[in-house]
């Protein structure tokens, strides 16, 4: 199992930039608070279209 560690307000508010007024995570970011690799975060992304709401990913 991997090493699991607490994850603190301000390690997502850390994470969070804003581009033209959006305020978006890198896809990065949210697989290493996830704990996968970043090609699996996509893959899951890109399989099940329909659970994320459009503003999820552009």
Not at 2 to 15: M, V, W
Not at 33 to 58: H, I, W
Request: net charge positive.
């Amino acid at each position: 199992m991997s090493d699991t560690r607490e994850i603190i307000a301000s390690d997502i508010q850390n994470r969070i930039y804003t581009i033209r007024g959006i305020q978006v995570m890198i896809d990065r970011d949210l697989a290493e608070l996830y704990q996968v690799d970043t090609k699996v975060l996509n893959q899951a992304a890109k399989r099940n279209n329909e659970r994320f709401p459009s503003n999820f990913k552009f």
